[in-house]
């Protein structure tokens, strides 16, 4: 494969389609981040516990599906589960603008939009977590997680500048009509990738539970694959609590304005970029198990800016807090993408990653309900501190592992535990 020190794999036309295709359909999950939760907050009114409920379903996909995920994903190409999610993913969003006008929106529909699209967005990230070692060749991964991660962080920053004027002019419904044409796209591009997989062999009829256990006891088997999972698991249940309680917190205790608030989330993005543009040299720096646990450490402390915050300049120390939240998490999650793809073998990388986010994002939906419940009994400002303080305490399972001396990226599979 051809390649410059600066363009790199973009200069393979299959990762550069791959790469525009991830820019589109990340623009219109950035855009659903905030337009989604507004519709909740602005447009029906919903109390604090309802916003905890909505946040609870729209993460519940992997609780729900992310196990038999993982082994119905192995048994298919992968770009062909890409493609048909996209553009599933895109139909279902466009009820809500429907429903609005029709004048039957509720609650109950947005929370069962943001299940199906929940269930539906668990397929296409095993998928593309599987893809990506068959597209770019494994020695490739880290180069090819880190631009990935790049332009996803850079639609976290134009998809809230862009969601946040067009909430408040057209409305959060309305604006949903750009997410849907955004997956739509994304699935439309993915089409046009021209090299193929070859359908993994079939060992015989399905055997979906012997699969299953299979991908867990590998996964459960190997120390370092264990770590990043539990540290994973422990962050997210916090992270999805101080997201629950922040758009309330920025809208009802600072009074922000749906642009000011699409404002703050694109400060998120813009650490997120510069995350995803250090993340290589980072982890060569420091090495690639150490900038796991590190990144955050120093990272999460500084999210207590938020609920310190008042109205004036604090909100952008504020900001500036969660930038380096942003910043931290993908340096963070580069690694750790690389380290789990290197050390999976080609036929378990769909269990592998289905199981991964079985377990790091199954306490996600509790995270919710425990976001809403401590937002009536604290309040949003009580909730932020909470939520500051277990995402730094998440470092732990990575620190005490051997994670803690890993310095490279593993250039060979690991052993299968789960044979």
């Known amino acids: ?47 604090e516990f309802q916003v905890g409920l909505m946040a609870a379903v729209t993460t519940a996909g992997p609780l729900l599906v992310g196990l038999p995920a993982g082994a119905w994903v192995d048994r298919m190409r992968k770009r062909s589960v890409m493609i048909g999610t996209d553009l599933a993913r895109a139909l279902v969003l466009l009820t809500i603008p429907a429903a609005w006008w029709a004048s039957l929106l509720t609650i109950w529909w947005l929370c069962a939009v943001a299940l199906v699209h929940g269930m539906l967005t668990v397929f296409f990230d095993v998928a593309y977590v599987s893809y990506l070692p068959h597209l770019v060749g494994r020695s490739s991964l880290l180069e090819g997680n880190s631009k990935l991660a790049a332009i996803r962080s850079t639609a976290s920053i134009s998809g809230p500048a862009l969601a946040g004027p067009l909430v408040g002019l057209a409305g959060s419904t309305t604006t949903l009509l750009l997410s849907s044409t955004g997956m739509a796209m994304s699935g439309l591009f993915t089409i046009t990738i021209r ?6 062999e079939s060992s015989g009829a399905p055997q979906l539970g012997r699969e299953i256990k299979e991908g867990m006891r590998f996964l459960a088997g190997h120390p370092i694959l264990r770590a990043i999972v539990l540290g994973d698991a422990i962050f997210n249940l916090f992270l999805v609590m101080y997201q629950t309680m922040l758009l309330v917190f920025l809208e009802r205790e600072l009074g922000l304005r749906p642009s000011s608030i699409g404002l703050v989330l694109s400060g998120m993005g813009c650490g997120a970029l510069t995350g995803a543009l250090l993340a290589t040299r980072a982890s060569k720096w420091v090495g690639q198990g150490p900038v796991i646990w590190l990144a955050p450490l120093v990272t999460c402390p500084l999210t207590v800016l938020m609920p310190l915050a008042r109205t004036g300049w604090s909100v952008s120390a504020a900001a500036l807090g969660l930038a380096a939240l942003s910043l931290g998490g993908v340096v963070r999650v580069v690694a750790q993408s690389s380290i789990q793809q290197a050390l999976t073998p080609d036929r378990l990388l769909g269990r592998m990653s289905a199981t991964a986010r079985f377990v790091s994002c199954g306490g ?49 599979n690991a052993p299968e535990f789960a044979r």
């Open 195 to 200: 090299k193929r997989e070859h359908k993994p």
């Open 364 to 412: 996600i939906p509790l995270g919710g309900l425990l976001g809403g419940a401590s937002g009536s009994a604290f309040g949003a400002t009580g909730t932020l501190w909470i939520g500051a303080a277990g995402m730094t305490l998440s470092v732990l399972p990575n620190f005490l592992s051997p994670l803690r001396m890993l310095r490279t990226l593993p250039t060979e």
């Open 1 to 47: 494969m051809s390649k410059t020190p600066r363009l790199g794999l973009l200069r393979d036309r299959d990762f550069g389609r791959l790469f525009v295709a991830t820019a589109l359909g990340q623009l219109g999950d950035r855009i659903i981040f905030l337009a989604l939760p507004m519709a909740a907050i602005a447009a029906l009114h919903a109390d």
